[in-house]
């Protein structure tokens, strides 16, 4: 079946610029989104990006697409310990909205 | 706008007992899904409904029936429920799709439960 892929586990400082990464299999998704997931929540649309884009850009997040590898990345400039949280990738699949999750990245922002 | 509620928020169950779950939307979606969220494997697809009256399976439907009789309103029910059920439970909702789609999944808070 369709898979996506993510590390898990990224510590970044204060102040500096995170990016994570997603892989995905299914060459088909049209459209490919960002979740966050803070403690006991659930879960807060960030940003998305259509098939037929390479970058977005909104505020502090800027989302990269290369659709050739099936490669996202999400990146977060000035990194804010408010920004801990879980980041989810998700992809399009199969019709009727239905999206595919990664495992999810624990994002952890030190001092 | 409450936006999408879930009841209960926690709940305990023994091996073998039924429950069901509530979610809720006052957003007038079309689409409505119940997800399970496992620790290290994101969200998994249990079933989605397009529509009143309408279900369908996701990812891992086994060991769940779900039902869509009110448009706002979609139950997940463990008819004997499993230790391997234990999770979080999340429900979400999103707008027909139009000219392919990209339309935005609102989630709701989540109902944990643990089966002993």
Same mark, same amino acid.
């Given at each position: 079946?369709?898979?996506?892929?993510?590390?898990?586990?990224?510590?970044?400082?204060?102040?500096?610029?995170?990016?994570?990464?997603?892989?995905?299999?299914d060459?088909?998704?049209?459209?490919?989104?960002?979740?966050k997931?803070?403690?006991?929540?659930?879960?807060?649309?960030?940003?998305?990006?259509?098939?037929?884009?390479?970058? @977005?850009?909104?505020?502090?997040l800027?989302?990269?697409?290369?659709? @050739?590898?099936k490669?996202?990345?999400?990146?977060?400039?000035?990194?804010?310990?408010?920004?801990?949280?879980?980041?989810?990738?998700?992809?399009?699949?199969?019709?009727?909205? @239905?999206?595919?999750?990664?495992?999810?990245?624990?994002l952890?922002?030190?001092? | 706008?409450?936006?999408?509620?879930q009841t209960?928020?926690?709940?305990?169950?023994?091996?073998g007992q039924?429950?069901?779950?509530?979610?809720?939307?006052?957003m007038?979606?079309e689409?409505?899904?119940?997800?399970?969220?496992?620790?290290g494997?994101?969200?998994?697809?249990?079933?989605?409904?397009?529509?009143?009256?309408?279900t369908?399976k996701?990812?891992?439907?086994?060991?769940?029936?779900?039902?869509?009789?009110?448009k706002?309103?979609?139950?997940l029910?463990?008819?004997?429920?499993?230790?391997?059920?234990?999770?979080?439970y999340?429900?979400?909702?999103?707008n027909?799709?139009?000219?392919?789609?990209?339309e935005?999944?609102?989630?709701g808070p989540?109902?944990?439960?643990?089966?002993?």
């Open positions: 079946g369709e898979d996506v892929e993510q590390s898990l586990f990224l510590s970044v400082r204060e102040g500096d610029s995170s990016v994570i990464n997603c892989t995905y299999t060459s088909s998704s049209t459209y490919l989104y960002w979740y997931q803070e403690p006991g929540a659930g879960l807060q649309l960030l940003t998305y990006i259509f098939s037929n884009m390479d970058m @977005k850009q909104d505020q502090r800027t989302v990269l697409l290369n659709k @050739k590898d490669h996202l990345s999400l990146r977060i400039a000035d990194t804010q310990t408010g920004d801990s949280a879980i980041y989810f990738c998700a992809v399009t699949s199969g019709g009727y909205n @239905k999206l595919i999750f990664g495992a999810g990245t624990r952890a922002v030190h001092p | 706008n409450a936006g999408v509620t209960p928020k926690f709940r305990v169950l023994k091996t039924s429950m069901t779950l509530l979610c809720a939307q006052d007038n979606h689409y409505m899904y119940w997800y399970r969220q496992d620790p494997m994101g969200l998994r697809l249990i079933h989605y409904s397009v529509g009143e009256g309408t369908a996701g990812e891992v439907p086994d060991g769940y029936n779900v039902s869509r009789l009110k706002q309103n979609f139950l029910g463990l008819e004997s429920a499993a230790p391997s059920q234990t999770s979080v999340f429900c979400a909702s999103t027909h799709a139009y000219s392919g789609g990209g935005t999944q609102y989630f989540g109902t944990r439960l643990l089966v002993l």
